[in-house]
């Protein structure tokens, strides 16, 4: 059975640190793209950092660039996502995700990422106090 499962979430003052992690089942994920996206009340999910699977090449979106950073242990099967320097606009619930046989995930010249993903995590809350 395919499972993803982040954790890692919380409630933190403006400037400090988290790691989201995810835990991968019924699938290896160095086989697949993966990333980061999250929700924030009242808007639509976007994505934050992410992996595409045919090229290895790391994305982030503009807001956290120089801040997060997306990594993966293959040999945990896990995926991490470190927040430094966290913002209230951060406050999200945040998942993990990873991209199916045609799974992919890119940046246009604004930032904003675009992505294709077929398994996804429930979900953690991130919110960041100010």
């Known amino acids: 059975q395919v499972q993803l499962v982040d954790s890692g979430g919380g409630l933190v003052q403006s400037g400090d640190s988290l790691r989201l992690s995810c835990a991968a089942s019924?699938?290896?994920?160095?086989?697949?793209?993966i990333g980061w996206f999250r929700q924030a009340p009242g808007k639509e999910r976007e994505g934050v950092s992410c992996i595409n699977r045919s090229d290895g090449t790391t994305y982030h979106t503009d807001s956290v660039k120089g801040r997060f950073t997306i990594s993966r242990d293959n040999a945990k099967n896990m995926m991490y996502l470190q927040m430094n320097s966290l913002k209230p606009e951060d406050t999200a619930i945040y998942y993990c995700?990873?991209?199916?046989?045609?799974?992919?995930?890119?940046?246009?010249?604004?930032?904003?990422?675009?992505?294709?993903?077929?398994?996804w995590g429930k979900g953690t809350l991130v919110n960041v106090s100010s």
């Open positions: 019924g699938f290896t994920l160095d086989s697949h793209a």
């Open positions: 995700a990873a991209g199916g046989r045609f799974g992919y995930c890119r940046s246009n010249s604004e930032g904003v990422i675009s992505y294709s993903m077929e398994y």
